[in-house]
């Protein structure tokens, strides 16, 4: 079956922006509605480049929301600096579409600003069990990406430290990621402690 024509879209917005991907995962039967979700996977060059992932798939679907009205179209990003090795590489593939099917799977959006915890660490992000979901913080990076359909919202899921979530308690979403711009590189992990 070929993909919806938003899929299309953001596959093409996606491929404008950052190129031909490098390799790419599928993730079959998710949770309905999602029949199918990838994760397109851009390598990094070299150890000040990043690792970048994002999906398409979750833009299918309005995401449920909590009063009952369609809760947008989003797709997730995750950047991770430095070359990784084919292990990490899946495994945050695997997190990432995990992620993705989380507005289905608890019957509730996600977008800017919220944090999502984990059982267990990231790959490749020790000490980090939660990731907050950040807006561009560039010029270069886009807020949303236009289709035929409506905007598909992009949001980036940066890994944050136990620490870091407790800040984030404490502020306004837009003060805390600021203030976690200003203290760090979000594509790496946390310092530790």
Same mark, same amino acid.
């Given at each position: 079956? @070929?993909?919806?024509?938003?899929? =299309?879209?953001?596959?093409?917005?996606?491929?404008?922006?950052?190129?031909?991907?490098? %390799? &790419?995962?599928?993730?079959?039967?998710?949770?309905?509605?999602? *029949?199918?979700? /990838?994760?397109?996977?851009?390598?990094?060059?070299?150890?000040? %480049?990043?690792?970048?992932?994002?999906?398409?798939?979750?833009?299918?679907?309005?995401?449920?929301?909590? /009063?009952?009205?369609?809760? #947008?179209?989003?797709?997730?990003?995750?950047?991770?600096? #430095?070359?990784?090795?084919? &292990?990490? *590489?899946?495994?945050?593939?695997?997190?990432?579409?995990?992620?993705?099917?989380?507005?289905?799977?608890?019957?509730? !959006?996600?977008?800017?600003? *919220?944090?999502?915890?984990?059982? %267990? /660490?990231? !790959?490749?992000?020790?000490? $980090?069990?939660?990731?907050?979901?950040?807006?561009?913080?560039?010029?270069?990076?886009?807020?949303?990406? @236009?289709?035929?359909?409506?905007?598909?919202?992009?949001?980036?899921?940066? +890994?944050?430290?136990?620490?870091?979530? *407790?800040?984030?308690?404490?502020?306004?979403?837009? /003060?805390?990621?600021?203030?976690?711009?200003?203290?760090?590189?979000? $594509?790496? +992990?946390?310092? =530790?402690?």
């Amino acid at each position: 079956m @070929p993909a919806p024509p938003i899929l =299309r879209d953001v596959f093409h917005a996606l491929r404008a922006e950052w190129g031909p991907e490098d %390799d &790419g995962l599928t993730f079959d039967e998710g949770p309905p509605p999602l *029949e199918r979700l /990838d994760v397109m996977l851009y390598r990094a060059g070299g150890p000040a %480049d990043v690792t970048a992932f994002a999906t398409i798939g979750m833009a299918a679907h309005p995401m449920p929301s909590r /009063d009952g009205a369609p809760g #947008g179209r989003a797709e997730l990003r995750l950047l991770r600096r #430095g070359p990784l090795g084919p &292990g990490d *590489e899946h495994a945050l593939a695997v997190r990432l579409a995990n992620l993705a099917a989380y507005p289905w799977t608890r019957g509730e !959006p996600l977008g800017w600003g *919220e944090m999502v915890g984990f059982d %267990d /660490d990231l !790959p490749a992000f020790p000490g $980090c069990r939660r990731v907050f979901l950040a807006g561009p913080w560039t010029r270069e990076q886009p807020a949303t990406v @236009p289709t035929g359909v409506e905007p598909v919202r992009v949001l980036t899921a940066v +890994p944050i430290s136990e620490a870091e979530r *407790e800040a984030a308690l404490a502020a306004r979403p837009e /003060d805390f990621f600021a203030s976690l711009l200003d203290t760090r590189d979000v $594509c790496a +992990p946390p310092p =530790r402690h």
